[in-house]
């Protein structure tokens, strides 16, 4: 029965994250790829925050965390500030769902990191889905076959992945200890630090966005206090644009 319910939980954990990457598609076009991994963290953190509350007689049986596991617990918050921020770059320049596919790119990341990093032990059989996983995420990363660049998106995706990958194994040295706890740190971490990383870029993008406003209004007012003569011309000069050659200005 233990064994049914861990199933069960998986493939309910993979369909939320299908779900996922397309509703943060359709987000992405008024939300920054920095704010909505922020919204993201934020909102897992808090609602296993809220969760724990409610069940503190099932996180007692856990051990909490403990001085020695910070190194895996700083690594494990600074991947998920970049990884997310990747992930939600890569879905805004390339399909739901070729970005859903390459996102099984992070299980063979897990795994060599896990034997070159961590000398865990790999079986012919996983060395065969590492390849197979490979091959499909190259695959689906190229623009055309008459083309052989690599597409934008599909790369900060696979790039995500790598992150995740270092991410799972850092997650891995501490799975024995307190799993809402570990939850709760990772997303109100994580999820500040991708809030601190979006709130410059949109002071800044405010503020461009005003400076080119205030450029426009002194241009219009310029013109409007230039007199009409010479049938316009003067007006004209001042809204100039470069036109094709052979035309006349």
Not at 36 to 64: D, K, N, T
Not at 85 to 94: D, E, N, P, Q, Y
Not at 144 to 157: E, H, I, M, T
Not at 180 to 200: C, D, H, N, Q, R
């Amino acid at each position: 029965m233990k064994n049914i319910n861990a199933v069960l939980s998986a493939l309910l954990a993979a369909v939320f994250y299908a779900v996922n990457v397309p509703l943060s598609k359709l987000l992405l076009r008024d939300v920054g790829p920095a704010m909505m991994a922020a919204l993201l963290y934020l909102g897992a953190g808090l609602g296993i925050a809220a969760l724990s509350l409610l069940r503190r007689e099932g996180c007692g049986r856990s051990q909490p965390l403990t001085k020695g596991d910070l190194p895996f617990v700083a690594g494990m918050i600074v991947l998920d500030i970049a990884a997310p921020i990747l992930l939600m770059m890569g879905i805004r320049g390339s399909s739901s769902s070729s970005a859903s596919l390459l996102g099984n790119f992070e299980i063979a990341a897990t795994a060599v990191i896990a034997l070159f990093v961590f000398h865990e032990a790999v079986s012919s059989r996983l060395w065969a889905a590492i390849g197979l996983i490979t091959l499909s995420s190259a695959l689906l990363s190229f623009q055309g076959a008459d083309n052989l660049r690599f597409s934008g998106g599909s790369l900060f995706v696979l790039l995500a992945a790598a992150c995740w990958g270092f991410e799972n194994n850092c997650t891995r040295m501490i799975s024995s200890k307190s799993t809402y706890e570990i939850v709760v740190l990772k997303g109100v971490f994580s999820g500040s630090g991708s809030l601190a990383t979006a709130t410059p870029r949109r002071s800044w993008s405010v503020r461009r966005a005003r400076s080119t406003s205030d450029r426009r209004r002194a241009g219009a007012a310029a013109a409007r206090a230039i007199p009409a003569r010479d049938g316009g011309r003067a007006r004209q000069f001042v809204h100039w644009r470069p036109r094709a050659a052979g035309r006349s200005l």
